[in-house]
C-alpha cells in the first residue's frame, strides 16, 4: 500500500481533535435541537423530548449514547470518541481496500 | 444537524432511504472505478478525520453550536461527490448505531442532508468557482454553501414531517448554519485543502487543482 504516510498523518490529525472534543467542544445545543427545542417544545428541551419519544417508531438504546462510557466522566469521553475515530479508520480503510479498484484494472 | 428518530414519520423515511440507497449504490460504483490504491489511504484518513471533526462543536451565538459535515472537503479532495456520500454514510452509521448520535429510522434522511446534498453542493460550487477565485476561496464557499443548503434541505424535510412550520424551519436552520458555516465549515475546509496542497499536492484529485502551483 502507497501512502501509508497519509493514514497516520490523519490518524495522528484525528486523535488529537478526539483526545482535545471532550474539553473544548461546546455543549450548547447544535442548529437542529436549538430549532427542536423552540419550534417543537415552546422553548422547552424536556417538553421538546417528550413530544419526540412519543413520535418515535423505534427505541434503539445506542451501546456509547452521547459519545460516552458510562461512569467514566471525561475519560469515557475520550474513550469513546479515540474508539470511534479508531472504528472508522479501520471500515474506511478496509472498505476501501474491498470496493476499490483492483490493481491492474 | 443529525436528525432523530422520531422527527420523520416512518413512511417518509422509507422515501429517504430509497434516495439515499440510489446515492449509496451509485458511489458504490465511484469506489469500483476511481478508488485507485492511491487514494484509499486518502478515504481513511478523511473518514477518521470527518468523524472526529464532528464530535466537535463549535459555540455561536444564541446559546446553540454546530459542527462540521466534512462533505465538501471530501468530495473536493477525492474529485468526486460520490467519495462524500460514500464517506458519509459510514461515518453516519457508526455514530447512528454505536453512538446513538442521528436515528436509525431517519438514517436515510441524513445521508441525503450530509453526503448527497452536502457532497453535490461541495462539490460542484468548488469547481464551478475554482479558477475565477482560486482554490482557497472556492473552497471556502463551496464548504459554507454545503452546510448552508443542507440545512434548508433539512428544515423543509421536518416541515414535510409536520416538526416544523416552513417558514420559521428555514429561517433558523438556515440562520443558524449561516454562522456555523463559516468557521465550522468554510474555514476548515479552507485550511485543510490549503495545508494538503502544501504539503501532498499529489494527492488532492487532478481535477481541483486549478494549475501547477496555485494553491491559494
Known amino acids: ?105 | 444537524m443529525h436528525i432523530g428518530d422520531g422527527l420523520i414519520p416512518l413512511g417518509q423515511t422509507i422515501i429517504y432511504w430509497l434516495i439515499a440507497l440510489v446515492f449509496i449504490a451509485k458511489s458504490l460504483e465511484w469506489a469500483r472505478k476511481d478508488l485507485d490504491e492511491m487514494k484509499v489511504p486518502m478515504l481513511a484518513a478523511l473518514g477518521a478525520g470527518i468523524f472526529a471533526i464532528q464530535a466537535m462543536n463549535i459555540p455561536i451565538p444564541w446559546g446553540t453550536s454546530g459542527h462540521m459535515m466534512g462533505a465538501a472537503l471530501a468530495a473536493i479532495i477525492l474529485g468526486s461527490p460520490f467519495a462524500a456520500v460514500l464517506l458519509l454514510t459510514l461515518v453516519l452509521v457508526v455514530q447512528g448505531v454505536v453512538f446513538g448520535d442521528g436515528g436509525i429510522t431517519v438514517m436515510g434522511a441524513n445521508i441525503v442532508n450530509m453526503g448527497v446534498v452536502g457532497g453535490f453542493v461541495g462539490f460542484y460550487s468548488y469547481n464551478a468557482l475554482k479558477n475565477s477565485i482560486g482554490m482557497t476561496g472556492a473552497s471556502f464557499a463551496a464548504g459554507w454553501l454545503s452546510i448552508f443548503i443542507a440545512s434548508l434541505v433539512c428544515a423543509v424535510q421536518l416541515y414535510f414531517a409536520g416538526t416544523f412550520p416552513l417558514m420559521e424551519g428555514l429561517l433558523f436552520m438556515g440562520l443558524y448554519h449561516a454562522v456555523i458555516g463559516v468557521v465550522g465549515e468554510g474555514l476548515i475546509t479552507a485550511i485543510a485543502l490549503n495545508r494538503i496542497m502544501a504539503v501532498r499536492p499529489d494527492v488532492v484529485s487532478e481535477k481541483s487543482v486549478t494549475g501547477p502551483g496555485v494553491a491559494a
Open chain 1, 1 to 105: 500500500m502507497k501512502n501509508n504516510g497519509i493514514i497516520i498523518a490523519g490518524a495522528v490529525i484525528a486523535i488529537i481533535i478526539s483526545v482535545l472534543a471532550p474539553f473544548l467542544a461546546s455543549s450548547n445545543p447544535d442548529g437542529l435541537d436549538m430549532n427542536l427545542i423552540n419550534l417543537v417544545g415552546g422553548g422547552s428541551e424536556e417538553h421538546a423530548e417528550e413530544i419526540i419519544g412519543e413520535r418515535a417508531p423505534i427505541e434503539y438504546e445506542a451501546p456509547l449514547p452521547d459519545y460516552s462510557i458510562a461512569g467514566m466522566g471525561k475519560l469515557g469521553e475520550i474513550g469513546a470518541i479515540v474508539g470511534g475515530t479508531l472504528l472508522m479508520l479501520g471500515i474506511s480503510l478496509g472498505l476501501g481496500k474491498v470496493l476499490g479498484k483492483k490493481q491492474g484494472t
